[in-house]
Nanobody, 127 residues
Framework: QVQLVESGGGLVQAGGSLRLSCAASGRTFSSYAMGWFRQAPGKEREFVAAINWSGGSTYYADSVRGRFTIGRGNAKNTMALQMNSLKPEDTAVYYC????????????????????WGQGTQVTVSS
């Protein structure tokens, strides 16, 4: 398994932007499908965005599509989530997740699909 560490969270006003990063340790990152999830207080952890091992396939939750962009850099063992036009309802702890999968084009949308998780980073959007 890879170990994952998120960074880049913070406090931002509605309409602003943040860029989250996920750093992975281990030599197998390039064979991992990755995802971002978030969890608001009192709510279940929910899917935000996913990307396959090569970066060629991505998928977004309806609530963030068109505002968030997921990307990865396998040479540097990193993944990012660019978040634009942030809304107060985007406030949550954001987690990156990974699973070993080199299946072409396949992304994963469920929390149970993933085997490795980061510790989370807080994003707070004020109105």
């Amino acid at each position: 398994q890879v170990q994952l560490v998120e960074s880049g969270g913070g406090l931002v006003q509605a309409g602003g932007s943040l860029r989250l990063s996920c750093a992975a340790s281990g030599r197998t990152f390039s064979s991992y499908a990755m995802g971002w999830f978030r969890q608001a207080p009192g709510k279940e952890r929910e899917f935000v965005a996913a990307i396959n091992w090569s970066g060629g396939s991505t998928y977004y939750a309806d609530s963030v599509r068109g505002r968030f962009t997921i990307g990865r850099g396998n040479a540097k063992n990193t993944m990012a989530l660019q978040m634009n036009s942030l809304k107060p309802e985007d406030t949550a702890v954001y987690y990156c997740a990974g699973r070993n999968s080199d299946v072409i084009g396949l992304v994963y949308l469920r929390t149970t699909d993933y085997e490795s998780w980061g510790q989370g980073t807080q994003v707070t959007v004020s109105s």
